[in-house]
Protein backbone atom coordinates (compact mmCIF):
# COMPACT_ATOMS: atom_id res chain seq x y z
CA UNK A 1 0.00 0.00 0.00
CA UNK A 2 2.79 2.33 1.19
CA UNK A 3 4.76 1.81 -2.37
CA UNK A 4 1.39 2.14 -4.32
CA UNK A 5 0.91 5.77 -2.68
CA UNK A 6 4.98 6.27 -3.04
CA UNK A 7 4.49 5.88 -6.84
CA UNK A 8 1.84 8.11 -6.64
CA UNK A 9 3.45 10.70 -5.19
CA UNK A 10 6.25 10.54 -7.35
CA UNK A 11 4.13 10.82 -10.37
CA UNK A 12 2.77 13.99 -8.84
CA UNK A 13 6.04 15.25 -8.52
CA UNK A 14 7.47 14.55 -11.96
CA UNK A 15 4.37 15.64 -13.28
CA UNK A 16 4.61 18.94 -11.41
CA UNK A 17 8.34 19.45 -12.33
CA UNK A 18 7.85 18.98 -15.91
CA UNK A 19 4.76 21.44 -15.84
CA UNK A 20 7.25 24.18 -14.26
CA UNK A 21 9.84 23.25 -16.78
CA UNK A 22 7.25 23.76 -19.92
CA UNK A 23 6.10 26.89 -18.84
CA UNK A 24 9.37 28.27 -18.33
CA UNK A 25 10.58 27.38 -22.02
CA UNK A 26 7.61 28.29 -23.38
CA UNK A 27 8.46 31.83 -21.76
CA UNK A 28 11.70 32.14 -22.84
CA UNK A 29 10.75 30.32 -26.32
CA UNK A 30 7.46 32.90 -26.81
CA UNK A 31 8.83 36.05 -28.53
CA UNK A 32 6.42 39.00 -28.46
CA UNK A 33 4.88 40.10 -31.84
CA UNK A 34 6.19 42.36 -34.11
CA UNK A 35 4.01 45.82 -33.77
CA UNK A 36 2.84 46.85 -36.87
CA UNK A 37 4.18 50.66 -38.31
CA UNK A 38 2.04 53.20 -39.52
CA UNK A 39 4.08 56.49 -40.43
CA UNK A 40 1.92 59.42 -41.47
CA UNK A 41 4.01 62.25 -43.34
CA UNK A 42 2.20 65.27 -44.35
CA UNK A 43 2.96 67.80 -46.64
CA UNK A 44 3.73 71.40 -46.04
CA UNK A 45 2.00 71.39 -42.61
CA UNK A 46 3.89 73.71 -40.55
CA UNK A 47 5.14 72.93 -36.41
CA UNK A 48 2.04 75.57 -35.58
CA UNK A 49 -0.93 73.88 -38.08
CA UNK A 50 -1.66 71.91 -35.37
CA UNK A 51 -3.99 72.50 -32.22
CA UNK A 52 -1.80 70.71 -29.71
CA UNK A 53 0.73 73.50 -30.71
CA UNK A 54 -1.11 76.53 -29.69
CA UNK A 55 -3.17 77.74 -32.96
CA UNK A 56 -6.68 78.02 -31.56
CA UNK A 57 -7.47 78.86 -35.38
CA UNK A 58 -7.47 75.17 -36.04
CA UNK A 59 -9.68 72.30 -35.04
CA UNK A 60 -7.12 68.80 -35.30
CA UNK A 61 -8.55 66.59 -32.18
CA UNK A 62 -7.97 63.51 -33.57
CA UNK A 63 -3.87 64.52 -33.67
CA UNK A 64 -4.02 66.63 -30.84
CA UNK A 65 -5.23 63.68 -28.63
CA UNK A 66 -2.88 61.74 -30.48
CA UNK A 67 -0.46 63.47 -29.22
CA UNK A 68 -1.96 64.42 -25.76
CA UNK A 69 -2.12 60.09 -25.10
CA UNK A 70 1.27 59.51 -27.03
CA UNK A 71 4.91 61.08 -27.15
CA UNK A 72 5.42 64.92 -28.56
CA UNK A 73 8.75 66.28 -29.35
CA UNK A 74 8.96 69.51 -29.00
CA UNK A 75 12.46 69.83 -31.23
CA UNK A 76 12.44 67.56 -34.41
CA UNK A 77 13.99 68.39 -37.44
CA UNK A 78 13.33 67.83 -41.36
CA UNK A 79 14.52 69.71 -44.33
CA UNK A 80 13.16 72.79 -45.56
CA UNK A 81 11.41 71.04 -48.77
CA UNK A 82 9.85 67.45 -49.83
CA UNK A 83 12.02 65.35 -51.42
CA UNK A 84 15.02 65.49 -49.13
CA UNK A 85 13.12 64.79 -45.79
CA UNK A 86 11.89 61.79 -47.60
CA UNK A 87 15.25 60.19 -48.69
CA UNK A 88 16.33 61.29 -44.78
CA UNK A 89 13.25 58.88 -43.54
CA UNK A 90 13.78 56.37 -45.93
CA UNK A 91 17.44 55.57 -45.52
CA UNK A 92 18.09 57.00 -41.66
CA UNK A 93 21.56 58.86 -43.42
CA UNK A 94 21.93 62.63 -44.57
CA UNK A 95 19.49 63.19 -47.78
CA UNK A 96 23.56 64.58 -49.32
CA UNK A 97 24.52 61.02 -49.20
CA UNK A 98 21.35 59.49 -51.49
CA UNK A 99 22.51 62.72 -54.12
CA UNK A 100 19.16 64.52 -53.35
CA UNK A 101 19.29 67.94 -55.04
CA UNK A 102 15.83 69.25 -56.72
CA UNK A 103 12.75 68.83 -56.14
CA UNK A 104 12.02 67.60 -59.78
CA UNK A 105 13.63 66.14 -63.73
CA UNK A 106 15.49 63.32 -61.46
CA UNK A 107 17.37 65.78 -59.05
CA UNK A 108 14.55 64.32 -56.39
CA UNK A 109 15.67 60.10 -56.98
CA UNK A 110 17.73 58.02 -54.55
CA UNK A 111 20.58 56.54 -55.45
CA UNK A 112 20.19 53.00 -56.59
CA UNK A 113 22.64 51.60 -53.62
CA UNK A 114 20.65 53.67 -50.98
CA UNK A 115 18.93 50.78 -48.72
CA UNK A 116 14.99 52.19 -47.41
CA UNK A 117 13.04 51.71 -43.87
CA UNK A 118 10.88 49.19 -46.32
CA UNK A 119 13.74 47.33 -47.39
CA UNK A 120 14.98 46.40 -44.26
CA UNK A 121 10.82 45.52 -42.37
CA UNK A 122 10.67 43.33 -45.83
CA UNK A 123 13.21 41.54 -44.64
CA UNK A 124 12.32 40.91 -41.16
CA UNK A 125 8.27 39.07 -42.38
CA UNK A 126 6.61 42.58 -42.59
CA UNK A 127 3.91 43.13 -45.64
CA UNK A 128 4.81 47.00 -47.02
CA UNK A 129 2.68 49.69 -48.46
CA UNK A 130 3.42 53.42 -49.34
CA UNK A 131 0.17 55.37 -50.25
CA UNK A 132 0.60 59.05 -51.52
CA UNK A 133 3.19 61.44 -52.67
CA UNK A 134 6.73 59.44 -53.26
CA UNK A 135 8.96 61.61 -54.33
CA UNK A 136 12.45 60.21 -54.41
CA UNK A 137 12.16 58.58 -58.48
CA UNK A 138 9.38 57.72 -60.73
CA UNK A 139 10.76 55.18 -63.17
CA UNK A 140 11.65 51.61 -61.92
CA UNK A 141 14.18 50.51 -60.11
CA UNK A 142 13.57 54.04 -58.35
CA UNK A 143 9.74 53.40 -58.35
CA UNK A 144 8.63 52.38 -54.69
CA UNK A 145 7.38 48.86 -55.62
CA UNK A 146 11.61 48.20 -56.25
CA UNK A 147 12.63 49.89 -52.83
CA UNK A 148 10.74 47.54 -50.53
CA UNK A 149 7.12 48.28 -50.99
CA UNK A 150 4.76 45.51 -51.97
CA UNK A 151 1.98 47.99 -52.46
CA UNK A 152 2.16 51.25 -54.08
CA UNK A 153 -1.04 53.98 -54.71
CA UNK A 154 -0.58 57.26 -55.38
CA UNK A 155 2.00 59.69 -57.65
CA UNK A 156 5.76 59.93 -57.77
CA UNK A 157 5.73 63.51 -58.94
CA UNK A 158 6.58 66.37 -56.28
CA UNK A 159 3.28 67.92 -55.91
CA UNK A 160 0.16 67.08 -58.27
CA UNK A 161 -2.68 69.51 -60.05
CA UNK A 162 -5.52 67.90 -59.16
CA UNK A 163 -7.02 66.55 -56.03
CA UNK A 164 -10.61 65.26 -57.10
CA UNK A 165 -10.64 61.64 -58.87
CA UNK A 166 -7.10 62.48 -60.24
CA UNK A 167 -5.06 60.26 -62.81
CA UNK A 168 -2.96 58.42 -60.39
CA UNK A 169 -0.76 54.81 -60.64
CA UNK A 170 -1.40 51.69 -58.79
CA UNK A 171 2.18 49.51 -58.68
CA UNK A 172 3.16 51.30 -61.60
CA UNK A 173 0.36 50.68 -63.69
CA UNK A 174 -2.18 54.29 -64.49
CA UNK A 175 -5.78 53.93 -62.96
CA UNK A 176 -8.08 57.24 -61.91
CA UNK A 177 -8.51 57.97 -57.97
CA UNK A 178 -12.11 58.04 -56.54
CA UNK A 179 -13.26 61.67 -54.63
CA UNK A 180 -10.96 63.99 -52.58
CA UNK A 181 -7.27 62.09 -52.80
CA UNK A 182 -6.62 62.56 -48.91
CA UNK A 183 -9.98 60.27 -48.48
CA UNK A 184 -8.99 58.25 -51.55
CA UNK A 185 -5.17 57.30 -49.98
CA UNK A 186 -6.79 56.53 -46.48
CA UNK A 187 -8.97 54.39 -47.54
CA UNK A 188 -6.82 52.59 -49.86
CA UNK A 189 -4.37 52.20 -46.62
CA UNK A 190 -7.40 50.87 -44.46
CA UNK A 191 -8.18 48.29 -46.91
CA UNK A 192 -4.17 47.21 -46.93
CA UNK A 193 -4.47 47.32 -43.16
CA UNK A 194 -7.64 45.31 -42.99
CA UNK A 195 -6.27 42.91 -45.52
CA UNK A 196 -2.75 42.41 -43.20
CA UNK A 197 -4.11 42.74 -40.12
CA UNK A 198 -2.70 38.88 -38.69
CA UNK A 199 0.77 39.56 -39.95
CA UNK A 200 3.02 42.60 -38.79
CA UNK A 201 2.26 45.32 -41.29
CA UNK A 202 4.36 48.33 -42.47
CA UNK A 203 2.40 51.43 -43.97
CA UNK A 204 4.27 54.60 -45.00
CA UNK A 205 1.06 57.14 -45.95
CA UNK A 206 2.23 60.15 -47.39
CA UNK A 207 -0.24 62.81 -47.52
CA UNK A 208 0.60 65.71 -49.90
CA UNK A 209 -1.37 68.59 -48.58
CA UNK A 210 -1.99 71.24 -47.50
CA UNK A 211 0.51 71.53 -50.45
CA UNK A 212 -0.89 73.73 -52.77
CA UNK A 213 -2.89 73.80 -55.40
CA UNK A 214 -4.80 74.88 -52.38
CA UNK A 215 -8.10 73.05 -53.55
CA UNK A 216 -10.19 72.08 -50.65
CA UNK A 217 -14.24 69.94 -50.56
CA UNK A 218 -16.72 72.38 -49.75
CA UNK A 219 -17.49 70.31 -47.02
CA UNK A 220 -14.29 71.47 -45.60
CA UNK A 221 -13.82 74.96 -46.98
CA UNK A 222 -17.22 75.92 -45.30
CA UNK A 223 -15.89 76.04 -42.12
CA UNK A 224 -13.14 77.95 -42.54
CA UNK A 225 -14.18 80.53 -45.46
CA UNK A 226 -15.69 83.44 -43.16
CA UNK A 227 -13.52 81.98 -40.37
CA UNK A 228 -11.04 84.66 -38.28
CA UNK A 229 -7.67 84.11 -39.10
CA UNK A 230 -4.89 85.36 -36.44
CA UNK A 231 -3.75 88.80 -38.07
CA UNK A 232 -1.33 89.79 -35.42
CA UNK A 233 1.31 87.34 -35.63
CA UNK A 234 4.97 87.96 -36.94
CA UNK A 235 4.90 87.90 -40.97
CA UNK A 236 0.76 88.78 -40.62
CA UNK A 237 1.71 91.43 -43.65
CA UNK A 238 2.77 88.66 -45.90
CA UNK A 239 -0.14 85.97 -44.89
CA UNK A 240 -2.30 85.67 -48.14
CA UNK A 241 -5.62 84.97 -45.37
CA UNK A 242 -7.48 82.78 -47.88
CA UNK A 243 -4.26 80.50 -48.38
CA UNK A 244 -4.12 80.55 -44.29
CA UNK A 245 -8.06 79.15 -44.62
CA UNK A 246 -7.34 76.24 -47.22
CA UNK A 247 -4.41 74.99 -45.44
CA UNK A 248 -6.27 75.14 -42.59
CA UNK A 249 -9.58 73.19 -43.65
CA UNK A 250 -6.74 70.61 -45.52
CA UNK A 251 -5.19 70.25 -42.41
CA UNK A 252 -8.90 69.48 -40.70
CA UNK A 253 -9.55 67.14 -43.63
CA UNK A 254 -6.16 65.18 -42.54
CA UNK A 255 -7.39 65.28 -39.11
CA UNK A 256 -10.42 63.42 -39.66
CA UNK A 257 -8.73 60.77 -42.15
CA UNK A 258 -6.46 59.75 -39.03
CA UNK A 259 -8.95 59.68 -37.07
CA UNK A 260 -10.69 56.76 -39.16
CA UNK A 261 -7.57 55.09 -39.09
CA UNK A 262 -7.05 55.10 -35.13
CA UNK A 263 -11.19 54.11 -34.92
CA UNK A 264 -10.09 51.24 -37.45
CA UNK A 265 -7.09 50.42 -35.12
CA UNK A 266 -9.35 50.14 -32.58
CA UNK A 267 -12.23 48.10 -34.46
CA UNK A 268 -9.79 45.66 -35.27
CA UNK A 269 -7.76 45.35 -31.73
CA UNK A 270 -4.50 46.29 -33.25
CA UNK A 271 -3.99 49.73 -31.49
CA UNK A 272 -1.71 47.75 -28.19
CA UNK A 273 0.31 46.52 -30.97
CA UNK A 274 0.61 49.30 -33.72
CA UNK A 275 3.00 52.61 -33.54
CA UNK A 276 2.01 55.34 -35.52
CA UNK A 277 4.18 58.87 -36.08
CA UNK A 278 2.72 61.60 -37.62
CA UNK A 279 5.08 64.09 -38.83
CA UNK A 280 5.70 66.96 -41.38
CA UNK A 281 7.96 67.20 -44.20
CA UNK A 282 8.91 70.73 -43.74
CA UNK A 283 7.62 73.97 -42.91
CA UNK A 284 4.38 75.82 -44.01
CA UNK A 285 3.74 77.05 -47.45
CA UNK A 286 2.98 80.44 -46.54
CA UNK A 287 3.49 82.81 -43.82
CA UNK A 288 0.65 81.95 -41.55
CA UNK A 289 0.93 82.08 -37.99
CA UNK A 290 3.91 79.45 -36.91
CA UNK A 291 4.76 79.94 -33.01
CA UNK A 292 6.70 82.92 -33.80
CA UNK A 293 9.38 80.94 -35.92
CA UNK A 294 11.33 82.55 -38.26
CA UNK A 295 11.06 81.00 -41.89
CA UNK A 296 8.89 79.09 -43.80
CA UNK A 297 9.29 76.54 -46.48
CA UNK A 298 12.68 76.75 -48.22
CA UNK A 299 14.30 78.10 -45.18
CA UNK A 300 16.98 76.55 -42.58
CA UNK A 301 15.89 78.37 -39.93
CA UNK A 302 13.53 77.13 -37.15
CA UNK A 303 10.25 77.86 -39.37
CA UNK A 304 11.48 76.15 -41.90
CA UNK A 305 12.39 72.74 -40.73
CA UNK A 306 11.07 72.58 -37.47
CA UNK A 307 8.26 69.93 -37.81
CA UNK A 308 5.14 67.92 -35.03
CA UNK A 309 7.06 64.75 -34.63
CA UNK A 310 4.05 62.32 -32.67
CA UNK A 311 4.92 58.83 -31.50
CA UNK A 312 1.43 56.86 -30.32
CA UNK A 313 1.98 53.09 -28.94
CA UNK A 314 -0.67 52.41 -26.38
CA UNK A 315 0.20 50.65 -23.33
CA UNK A 316 3.87 50.69 -24.49
CA UNK A 317 4.81 54.67 -24.35
CA UNK A 318 3.40 57.16 -22.02
CA UNK A 319 2.72 60.22 -22.27
CA UNK A 320 5.26 62.77 -22.27
CA UNK A 321 6.75 65.91 -23.76
CA UNK A 322 10.49 65.30 -25.55
CA UNK A 323 12.79 67.99 -25.77
CA UNK A 324 15.72 67.09 -27.04
CA UNK A 325 16.52 67.95 -30.46
CA UNK A 326 16.21 64.82 -32.84
CA UNK A 327 15.42 64.53 -36.41
CA UNK A 328 14.64 62.90 -39.52
CA UNK A 329 17.06 60.32 -40.35
CA UNK A 330 16.51 59.23 -36.59
CA UNK A 331 13.27 57.66 -37.43
CA UNK A 332 14.98 54.56 -39.79
CA UNK A 333 17.18 53.33 -36.41
CA UNK A 334 14.34 54.15 -33.79
CA UNK A 335 12.39 51.81 -35.92
CA UNK A 336 14.10 49.63 -36.36
CA UNK A 337 14.72 49.04 -32.61
CA UNK A 338 11.19 49.59 -31.27
CA UNK A 339 10.28 47.04 -33.55
CA UNK A 340 13.07 44.29 -31.76
CA UNK A 341 14.29 43.63 -35.73
CA UNK A 342 17.48 43.78 -37.36
CA UNK A 343 19.01 45.93 -40.13
CA UNK A 344 20.52 43.00 -42.94
CA UNK A 345 22.04 45.74 -44.57
CA UNK A 346 26.03 47.58 -44.52
CA UNK A 347 25.05 50.72 -45.47
CA UNK A 348 26.57 52.84 -42.23
CA UNK A 349 23.60 54.84 -40.65
CA UNK A 350 23.50 58.73 -39.98
CA UNK A 351 20.36 58.63 -37.57
CA UNK A 352 20.52 57.11 -33.92
CA UNK A 353 17.64 55.06 -31.89
CA UNK A 354 15.25 57.51 -29.91
CA UNK A 355 14.08 54.53 -28.48
CA UNK A 356 15.86 55.37 -24.97
CA UNK A 357 14.17 58.90 -24.92
CA UNK A 358 10.87 57.23 -26.44
CA UNK A 359 10.84 54.73 -23.65
CA UNK A 360 11.67 57.06 -20.52
CA UNK A 361 14.88 55.63 -19.96
CA UNK A 362 17.26 57.26 -17.15
CA UNK A 363 19.85 56.47 -20.09
CA UNK A 364 22.19 59.89 -20.26
CA UNK A 365 21.16 61.44 -23.66
CA UNK A 366 24.09 63.30 -25.39
CA UNK A 367 24.33 66.65 -26.84
CA UNK A 368 24.03 66.50 -30.13
CA UNK A 369 24.13 68.22 -33.66
CA UNK A 370 21.51 68.66 -36.13
CA UNK A 371 21.87 69.44 -39.80
CA UNK A 372 19.73 71.51 -42.03
CA UNK A 373 20.59 71.91 -46.05
CA UNK A 374 19.21 72.77 -49.12
CA UNK A 375 20.63 75.05 -51.96
CA UNK A 376 23.79 75.44 -50.17
CA UNK A 377 22.45 77.01 -47.27
CA UNK A 378 23.54 74.92 -44.36
CA UNK A 379 22.42 75.97 -40.98
CA UNK A 380 23.76 73.91 -37.23
CA UNK A 381 21.82 73.48 -34.17
CA UNK A 382 22.46 71.98 -30.92
CA UNK A 383 20.29 71.85 -27.92
CA UNK A 384 20.59 75.51 -26.91
CA UNK A 385 21.96 77.23 -30.31
CA UNK A 386 21.77 78.04 -34.16
CA UNK A 387 24.28 79.00 -36.19
CA UNK A 388 22.13 79.81 -39.24
CA UNK A 389 23.23 80.04 -42.68
CA UNK A 390 24.79 83.63 -42.52
CA UNK A 391 26.75 82.44 -39.87
CA UNK A 392 24.92 84.32 -36.99
CA UNK A 393 24.54 82.54 -33.39
CA UNK A 394 21.09 82.38 -32.04
CA UNK A 395 20.46 80.91 -28.06
CA UNK A 396 17.35 79.15 -29.07
CA UNK A 397 16.42 78.75 -25.26
CA UNK A 398 16.19 82.58 -24.65
CA UNK A 399 15.29 83.45 -28.57
CA UNK A 400 13.61 80.78 -29.94
CA UNK A 401 11.87 83.27 -32.84
CA UNK A 402 15.41 83.95 -33.57
CA UNK A 403 14.95 87.36 -33.17
CA UNK A 404 18.32 88.90 -32.07
CA UNK A 405 21.78 87.19 -32.85
CA UNK A 406 24.26 87.28 -30.19
CA UNK A 407 26.11 90.22 -30.67
CA UNK A 408 29.23 88.98 -29.06
CA UNK A 409 28.87 85.20 -28.84
CA UNK A 410 31.12 82.90 -26.99
CA UNK A 411 34.39 82.15 -28.86
CA UNK A 412 34.22 78.18 -27.43
CA UNK A 413 30.28 77.66 -28.49
CA UNK A 414 31.16 79.34 -31.86
CA UNK A 415 34.51 77.40 -32.50
CA UNK A 416 32.92 74.04 -31.81
CA UNK A 417 29.28 74.99 -34.04
CA UNK A 418 31.61 76.11 -36.95
CA UNK A 419 34.07 73.40 -36.86
CA UNK A 420 31.20 70.81 -36.66
CA UNK A 421 29.72 72.95 -39.57
CA UNK A 422 32.42 72.93 -41.84
CA UNK A 423 33.29 69.03 -41.06
CA UNK A 424 29.38 68.22 -42.52
CA UNK A 425 30.13 70.44 -45.54
CA UNK A 426 33.43 68.76 -46.57
CA UNK A 427 32.24 65.41 -45.41
CA UNK A 428 28.82 64.76 -46.22
CA UNK A 429 27.74 67.96 -48.36
CA UNK A 430 30.68 66.73 -50.54
CA UNK A 431 28.74 63.67 -51.70
CA UNK A 432 26.60 65.91 -53.52
CA UNK A 433 26.49 65.30 -57.11
CA UNK A 434 24.76 68.37 -58.72
CA UNK A 435 26.28 67.45 -62.38
CA UNK A 436 24.58 64.18 -62.39
CA UNK A 437 23.38 63.60 -65.46
CA UNK A 438 19.69 62.38 -65.23
CA UNK A 439 18.95 59.45 -67.52
CA UNK A 440 15.51 58.21 -66.74
CA UNK A 441 15.07 54.32 -67.41
CA UNK A 442 12.87 52.25 -69.51
CA UNK A 443 12.15 48.66 -69.14
CA UNK A 444 13.51 47.18 -65.97
CA UNK A 445 13.17 43.77 -65.60
CA UNK A 446 11.00 43.77 -62.35
CA UNK A 447 8.54 46.02 -63.69
CA UNK A 448 6.26 45.50 -66.35
CA UNK A 449 4.97 49.89 -67.15
CA UNK A 450 7.26 52.53 -67.64
CA UNK A 451 5.71 56.21 -67.65
CA UNK A 452 7.38 58.95 -68.42
CA UNK A 453 5.72 62.18 -67.88
CA UNK A 454 5.79 65.32 -69.41
CA UNK A 455 7.87 66.15 -66.77
CA UNK A 456 10.60 64.18 -67.81
CA UNK A 457 10.71 65.49 -70.91
CA UNK A 458 12.10 68.34 -73.73
CA UNK A 459 9.97 70.13 -75.42
CA UNK A 460 11.40 71.60 -78.65
CA UNK A 461 10.29 74.30 -81.04
CA UNK A 462 6.86 76.31 -80.41
CA UNK A 463 6.10 73.30 -77.61
CA UNK A 464 5.47 75.01 -73.94
CA UNK A 465 5.07 73.61 -70.70
CA UNK A 466 1.78 73.91 -69.52
CA UNK A 467 3.88 75.76 -65.92
CA UNK A 468 7.00 76.88 -65.02
CA UNK A 469 7.07 74.28 -62.46
CA UNK A 470 8.08 70.55 -64.02
CA UNK A 471 5.39 69.06 -61.88
CA UNK A 472 2.50 67.40 -62.93
CA UNK A 473 2.80 69.40 -66.35
CA UNK A 474 1.76 68.89 -69.83
CA UNK A 475 3.27 70.21 -73.10
CA UNK A 476 1.06 72.86 -74.95
CA UNK A 477 1.57 74.75 -77.86
CA UNK A 478 2.44 72.31 -80.38
CA UNK A 479 1.89 73.98 -83.94
CA UNK A 480 4.72 72.30 -86.43
CA UNK A 481 6.02 69.22 -87.86
CA UNK A 482 9.10 70.60 -86.96
CA UNK A 483 8.24 70.51 -83.06
CA UNK A 484 8.95 67.52 -80.82
CA UNK A 485 9.51 66.60 -77.23
CA UNK A 486 12.29 64.01 -76.70
CA UNK A 487 13.43 62.25 -73.58
CA UNK A 488 16.89 61.08 -72.78
CA UNK A 489 16.01 57.20 -71.27
CA UNK A 490 18.13 53.77 -70.91
CA UNK A 491 16.75 51.33 -72.27
CA UNK A 492 17.55 48.30 -70.13
CA UNK A 493 15.67 45.22 -71.43
CA UNK A 494 15.48 45.29 -75.39
CA UNK A 495 12.58 44.01 -76.96
CA UNK A 496 8.71 45.22 -77.82
CA UNK A 497 6.29 48.03 -75.92
CA UNK A 498 3.32 48.82 -76.30
CA UNK A 499 3.39 53.25 -75.86
CA UNK A 500 0.39 54.96 -75.16
CA UNK A 501 0.31 58.35 -74.65
CA UNK A 502 -2.56 60.39 -72.55
CA UNK A 503 -3.44 63.53 -74.83
CA UNK A 504 -5.69 66.38 -74.92
CA UNK A 505 -7.05 67.80 -78.24
CA UNK A 506 -9.42 70.20 -79.94
CA UNK A 507 -11.81 68.73 -82.62
CA UNK A 508 -9.50 70.63 -85.57
CA UNK A 509 -6.57 68.00 -84.34
CA UNK A 510 -8.72 64.93 -85.39
CA UNK A 511 -6.92 63.58 -88.29
CA UNK A 512 -3.34 64.69 -87.26
CA UNK A 513 -0.22 62.19 -86.79
CA UNK A 514 1.84 61.37 -84.06
CA UNK A 515 5.12 59.29 -84.07
CA UNK A 516 6.95 57.90 -81.83
CA UNK A 517 10.82 57.09 -82.93
CA UNK A 518 13.88 55.09 -80.93
CA UNK A 519 16.22 54.57 -83.53
CA UNK A 520 15.54 53.19 -86.78
CA UNK A 521 12.15 52.14 -84.95
CA UNK A 522 9.63 54.11 -85.14
CA UNK A 523 5.02 53.81 -84.49
CA UNK A 524 2.74 56.15 -85.28
CA UNK A 525 -1.07 56.25 -85.31
CA UNK A 526 -3.95 58.82 -86.02
CA UNK A 527 -6.00 60.89 -83.98
CA UNK A 528 -9.36 59.74 -84.57
CA UNK A 529 -10.96 61.29 -81.39
CA UNK A 530 -11.17 65.05 -79.93
CA UNK A 531 -10.64 65.40 -76.49
CA UNK A 532 -11.52 69.02 -75.84
CA UNK A 533 -10.85 69.04 -72.23
CA UNK A 534 -11.61 71.56 -69.67
CA UNK A 535 -9.27 72.41 -66.77
CA UNK A 536 -10.65 69.92 -63.92
CA UNK A 537 -11.93 70.74 -60.60
CA UNK A 538 -10.94 74.28 -60.96
CA UNK A 539 -13.82 75.08 -59.16
CA UNK A 540 -12.08 73.85 -55.89
CA UNK A 541 -9.02 76.03 -55.77
CA UNK A 542 -9.62 78.51 -53.03
CA UNK A 543 -6.89 80.99 -54.08
CA UNK A 544 -5.00 81.26 -57.17
CA UNK A 545 -2.39 78.74 -58.21
CA UNK A 546 1.12 78.64 -58.98
CA UNK A 547 1.17 74.98 -60.70
CA UNK A 548 -0.08 74.04 -63.67
CA UNK A 549 -3.71 72.98 -64.37
CA UNK A 550 -4.96 69.42 -64.88
CA UNK A 551 -6.98 68.37 -67.94
CA UNK A 552 -8.85 64.82 -68.28
CA UNK A 553 -6.35 63.39 -70.30
CA UNK A 554 -7.11 60.39 -72.38
CA UNK A 555 -5.40 57.43 -73.81
CA UNK A 556 -4.24 57.26 -76.89
CA UNK A 557 -2.33 53.72 -77.86
CA UNK A 558 0.35 54.32 -80.53
CA UNK A 559 0.89 50.48 -81.05
CA UNK A 560 4.28 48.17 -80.60
CA UNK A 561 7.63 49.64 -80.87
CA UNK A 562 11.10 47.72 -80.64
CA UNK A 563 13.18 49.31 -78.14
CA UNK A 564 17.52 48.11 -78.16
CA UNK A 565 18.78 47.73 -75.18
CA UNK A 566 21.29 51.58 -74.41
CA UNK A 567 21.12 55.36 -74.24
CA UNK A 568 18.80 56.39 -77.09
CA UNK A 569 16.55 59.17 -77.17
CA UNK A 570 12.78 58.52 -77.29
CA UNK A 571 11.40 61.31 -79.90
CA UNK A 572 7.67 61.85 -80.02
CA UNK A 573 6.45 63.80 -83.29
CA UNK A 574 3.58 65.05 -85.26
CA UNK A 575 3.80 63.30 -89.14
CA UNK A 576 0.60 64.94 -89.70
CA UNK A 577 -1.05 68.43 -88.71
CA UNK A 578 -4.95 68.27 -89.41
CA UNK A 579 -5.35 71.92 -87.44
CA UNK A 580 -4.03 75.04 -86.32
CA UNK A 581 -2.69 72.81 -83.06
CA UNK A 582 -1.47 69.85 -82.82
CA UNK A 583 -2.08 67.44 -79.41
CA UNK A 584 -1.65 68.17 -75.67
CA UNK A 585 0.53 65.59 -74.24
CA UNK A 586 0.63 64.71 -70.13
CA UNK A 587 2.12 61.16 -70.24
CA UNK A 588 3.79 58.58 -72.08
CA UNK A 589 3.26 55.19 -71.17
CA UNK A 590 5.82 52.17 -72.60
CA UNK A 591 4.41 48.32 -71.33
CA UNK A 592 6.99 45.98 -71.64
CA UNK A 593 5.11 43.02 -73.93
CA UNK A 594 7.37 39.91 -74.12
Same mark, same amino acid.
Given at each position: ??????????????????????????????????????????????????????????????????????????????????????????????????????????????????????????????????????????????????????????????????????????????????????????????????????????????????????????????????????????????????????????????????????????????????????????????????????????????????????????????????????????? &??? $????? %??? +? /???? =???? @????????????????????????????????????????? &??? $????? %??? +? /???? =???? @????????????????????????????????????????????????????????? =?????????????????????????????????????????????????????????????????????????????????????????????????????????????????????????????
Amino acid at each position: MKSSQNLVYINLILLGIGMLFSQSCTSETQESPKPNIILIVTDDQGWGDLGVNGNPYINTPNIDQLANQGVQFTRFYVNPVCSPTRAEILTGRYHPRSNIYSTSEGGERMDLDEKTIADIFQANGYSTAAFGKWHNGSQSPYHPNDRGFEEFYGFTSGHWGNYFSPMLERNGEVTTGNGFIIDDLTDHAMEFIEKSSDQPFFVYLAYNTPHSPMQVPDVWWDKYKNAPIDTTHRYADKDILDKTRAAYALCENIDWNVGKIMSQLERLELQENTLVIYMSDNGPNGWRWNDGLKGVKGSTDEGGVRSPFIVFWKDHLKPQLIAQVASAIDI &LPS $LVDLA %GIT +N /PFDK =PLDG @VSLKPLLMGSDEEWKDRYVYSHWNGNVSIRNQQYILDKDGQ &LYD $LSTDP %GQL +N /PIAE =PSQN @VMSELVSAKDAWINSVLSELNRDREEIFPVGYKESKFTLLPARDGLPHGNIKRSSIH =PNSSFFTNWKAKSDSVTWDTEILTSGNYKATIYYACAESAVGSSILLRHQGNEVSTVVTEANESDFVAVEYDRVARDESFEKDFKPLELGLIQLEKGRHPLVLKASEIAGPEFIEVRLLVLERVD
